[in-house]
């Protein structure tokens, strides 16, 4: 069955980096595009970016443009995601999203989340 | 960037009635060359991510019960569920992905009345 398994909690100070990882398993690693998707505390849900885990093409949101980097190890079925120059309003959960067969940006699987608090 | 504009932003609906959720889209998501709405329907209930009801506006994903049904076309949505009952109790999120960013609603609770 298909498993996203994420990295634990994380406590970061502003200014600093976070990377958080994504497992897969379950499915063909390389032929589904991974999301990232983060969900602020009591908020909705935000788009990040997107990576080809073949290629390792990545397509960011504006947004988050020149602070996000995703990368992925296809000899571990892994993705990643760091995020830098931290600040308070980067504050949430963090999960990872498959995306469907035919690349559509819908999420059919995700991670269990990767909170992350910024906090002095 | 597409607004995903859903109401009520919360729902009180006694056992085994019916639950309405509607969402609207600031700009059509239907792509016209293959008669497709780009739009998706998410449950999370709290402590774990969103889950996939609803795909192509009325779609259901494989194990989803049938009383959970959408639709609607171009800007307007609506996933109904038939029947609620208390496993239910959740937030729904809908979400297009008609082009880049894809955009979430901002979400409707539903609980028990």
């Known amino acids: 069955q298909v498993q996203l398994v994420q990295s634990g909690a994380e406590v970061k100070k502003p200014g600093a980096s976070v990377k958080v990882s994504c497992k897969a398993s379950?499915?063909?690693?390389?032929?589904?595009?991974m999301h990232w998707v983060r969900q602020a505390p009591g908020q909705g849900l935000e788009w990040m970016g997107i990576?080809?885990?073949?290629?390792?093409?990545?397509s960011y949101a504006q947004k988050f443009q020149d602070r996000v980097t995703m990368t992925r190890d296809t000899s571990t079925s892994t993705v990643y995601l760091e995020l830098s120059s931290l600040r308070s309003e980067d504050t949430a959960v963090y999960y990872c999203?498959?995306?469907?067969?035919?690349?559509?940006?819908?999420?059919?699987?995700w991670g269990q989340g990767t909170p992350v608090t910024v906090s002095s | 960037d597409t607004v995903m504009t859903q109401s009520p932003d919360s729902l009180a609906v006694s056992l085994g009635e019916r639950a309405t959720i509607n969402c609207k889209s600031s700009?059509?998501?239907?792509?016209?060359?293959?008669?497709?709405?780009?739009l998706a329907w998410y449950q999370q209930k709290p402590g774990q991510p969103p889950k996939l009801l609803i795909y192509?506006?009325?779609t259901r994903e494989s194990g989803v019960p049938d009383r959970f049904s959408g639709s609607g076309s171009g800007t307007d949505f609506t996933l109904t569920i038939s029947s609620l009952q208390a496993e239910d109790v959740a937030l729904y999120y809908c979400?297009?992905?008609?082009?880049?960013?894809?955009?979430f609603g901002q979400g409707t609770k539903l609980e028990i009345k």
């Open positions: 192509w506006a009325s």
């Open positions: 979400q297009h992905y008609y082009s880049t960013p894809p955009t």
């Open positions: 379950g499915y063909t690693f390389t032929s589904y595009y």
């Open positions: 700009q059509s998501v239907l792509y016209s060359s293959n008669n497709k709405n780009y």
């Open positions: 990576i080809n885990p073949s290629g390792g093409s990545t």
């Open positions: 999203a498959k995306g469907e067969a035919a690349g559509a940006y819908y999420f059919d699987y």
